[in-house]
């Protein structure tokens, strides 16, 4: 075989991929974008946790009554004991408090993405199959995600329309 035809019989895949080679780099891109904005929002958190610092949901508000009316007062927890903040402060900490189980949520899906046809191949041989074992986890970590979240929101919205006496 001479050269000319042993250059036009090269496998040109590297160069031009296949479709599902594009839908799975798209994927891929996607869930490291997922992954990296997620730790980006976590570390946000965390320098935002130590600047203000505490966090809201288990600092609370609390009402003081004076010879004007009721007037809040907005903590933040840290380490156990309370630091006043300004009302801004403690709904941005709790907004983003309230983010964090999402952010998790999603990083955690998007890796469970990532290792899937490493995890099917893995349990070719086992008593659940692959599908439903990533099924499963999934499962578990979306409804866990959605629960915490729900529970800071309750937890946020109850503080603001009942806040305990100071």
């Not at 630091?83 to 999402?102: D, E, F, N």
């Not at 578990?140 to 109850?158: A, C, E, H, Q, R």
């Amino acid at each position: 075989m001479n050269s000319r035809t042993h250059s036009l019989s090269r496998d040109t895949s590297d160069t031009q991929p296949s479709s599902p080679d594009v839908h799975v780099t798209f994927r891929t891109k996607v869930c490291l974008w997922i992954i990296v904005l997620g730790l980006a929002n976590f570390l946000a958190y965390s320098v935002a946790y130590f600047a203000l610092p505490g966090e809201a949901i288990h600092g609370g508000v609390r009402v003081e009554e004076t010879p004007a009316g009721p007037r809040k007062h907005y903590y933040l927890l840290d380490q156990g004991s309370r630091l006043r903040v300004s009302r801004a402060k403690w709904i941005y900490s709790a907004t983003h408090s309230t983010s964090i189980p999402i952010t998790v949520g999603a990083v955690l899906l998007a890796m469970l993405t990532l290792a899937k046809d490493r995890i099917l191949s893995s349990m070719r041989s086992s008593v659940v199959r692959g599908r439903t074992f990533i099924t499963l986890l999934a499962v578990m970590v979306t409804v866990s995600s959605i629960v915490w979240m729900s529970w800071f929101l309750y937890t946020i919205i109850t503080q603001l329309r009942e806040p305990g006496p100071l």
